[in-house]
């Protein structure tokens, strides 16, 4: 069965150095997301991503988060400068159709530590 | 604001006995609701979702779960639990899919 998979799936970095994350969704689906789960607490959503742009974002997502796909294989988030509240599991995810009738299919994910 | 809660952190069931992990939902929020299962150091993985219809929705591994809408909850089951159907057990509402804080279910022997 196709996946969802991610690298890599631990990243250690320094406060105010930035990363990025990779992924590369299921090939024919169409929409992509970044979701993550800090150490303890409930999964948030981050972004959703269609047709190459943003199609939704939630708060916490701001200035410091970027997303792409590159190349129509490889969906990323970048951070760019991080802090120490970035380290968190982060989990990308991809459907078929919207998130309302399809299911989303998510990778291993990605755990990234902030020191 | 849309918000979807679980009242149990943890749930313990004997193998073979009956299951139930809680939900319940925002009766303003978007009304497709979704159950996904997470396992440790793995992403989420998808179990069921109730759009419309049957009350009772039947999904992956034996889970179902029971829509009440009077209730605004979304129950999930399973008749007779397995020592690997021990996880962290997540329901979800749809739109931003609204994820609940999640319910680590434990079966014993």
């Known amino acids: 069965e196709p996946e969802v998979t991610q690298t890599p799936s631990h990243q250690v970095t320094q406060m105010g150095q930035e990363v990025i994350l990779r992924c590369v969704p299921i090939s024919n689906h169409l929409y992509f997301y970044w979701y993550r789960q800090i150490l303890g607490q409930k999964v948030e959503f981050l972004v959703s991503?269609?047709?190459?742009?943003?199609?939704?974002k939630s708060e916490i997502f701001d200035d410091q988060f970027s997303v792409e796909r590159p190349d129509g294989s490889n969906f990323t988030l970048k951070i760019r400068s991080t802090k120490l509240e970035d380290s968190a599991m982060y989990f990308c995810?991809?459907?078929?159709?919207?998130?309302?009738?399809?299911?989303?299919?998510f990778g291993n994910g990605t755990r990234l530590t902030v020191t | 604001a849309q918000s979807v809660a679980q009242p149990e952190d943890q749930v313990k069931v004997a193998e073979g006995n009956p299951l139930t992990v809680k939900c319940t939902y925002s009766?303003?929020?978007?009304?497709?609701l979704f159950w996904y299962v997470q396992y440790p150091n793995r992403g989420l993985q998808f179990l069921l979702k109730?759009?419309?219809?049957?009350?009772l929705v039947k999904g992956s591994y034996g889970f179902e779960a029971e829509f009440n809408k009077s209730q605004t909850s979304f129950h999930l089951k399973k008749p007779s639990a397995l020592v690997s159907d021990s996880a962290l057990y997540f329901c979800a509402q749809g739109g931003k899919l609204i994820f609940g804080q999640g319910t680590e279910l434990s079966v014993k022997p």
């Open positions: 995810a991809s459907s078929e159709g919207d998130r309302d009738n399809s299911p989303l299919h």
């Open positions: 991503f269609y047709n190459n742009e943003i199609s939704e």
């Open positions: 009766v303003s929020g978007n009304p497709y």
């Open positions: 109730y759009i419309t219809g049957d009350n």
